[in-house]
């Protein structure tokens, strides 16, 4: 009975810390204690996958491939997708804040009115991507490939971000900024 009990509240305690946010339980039988992730993980490919409205917070995505996938609506605060492919990828009205992006391959993807606040998307490639009506506030273009790129309505974008960046003549961004040429 006492087991029980006690596996019942580990398991209460577990439902309890990703409801509240945090990334991690510990599972307190047997000789040592073990480390539970409870982070979703989403590896592979998962090309044309419709993720739409989908709630992904704090999902490993990590080297995978999302090419032509719908995550519009979706909700990927403090995602890990480095390394990833989202070519043709729809992230309209999609929720990315504090995401990870390094190195994300994101050519033709759709962000429109998407939240990509603090996310950090150096060395990434975001070449024709539209970012129309975008909140890319405190985002990182530290590296990025913005050629071809839709930036004209972009809320919170800075001459900042964009000297970090490159593009190209086809790179569009708001009256008064400009973007650096790539080598």
């Known amino acids: 009975m006492l087991t029980q009990l006690r596996l019942a509240l580990c398991a209460a305690a577990a439902v309890s810390a ?14 040592k204690a073990a480390h539970l992730e409870l982070a979703p993980a989403y590896g592979g490919a998962c090309e044309d996958c419709d993720l739409s409205g989908r709630i992904l917070v704090g999902a490993r995505l990590t080297n995978s491939v999302f090419n032509g996938s719908d995550f519009s609506q979706a909700v990927l605060m403090r995602a890990d997708a480095s390394g990833s492919a989202f070519a043709d990828a729809n992230f309209t009205e999609a929720d990315l804040r504090r995401a990870k992006l390094i190195e994300a391959d994101c050519p033709r993807a759709v962000f429109e009115r998407a939240t990509l606040a603090s996310v950090d998307a150096r060395n990434a490639d975001f070449s024709r991507a539209d970012f129309s009506e975008a909140d890319v506030s405190r985002m990182n273009f530290e590296g990025a490939l913005i050629s071809g790129a839709d930036l004209r309505t ?7 971000q964009l000297d970090a ?11 008064g900024l400009r973007v650096r040429r790539c080598d």
């Open 18 to 31: 990703v409801w509240a946010g945090q990334a991690v339980a510990f599972w307190p039988f047997g000789e």
């Open 154 to 160: 972009a809320q919170g974008l800075t001459q900042a």
């Open 165 to 175: 960046a490159c593009g190209d003549h086809r790179t569009r961004v708001p009256e």
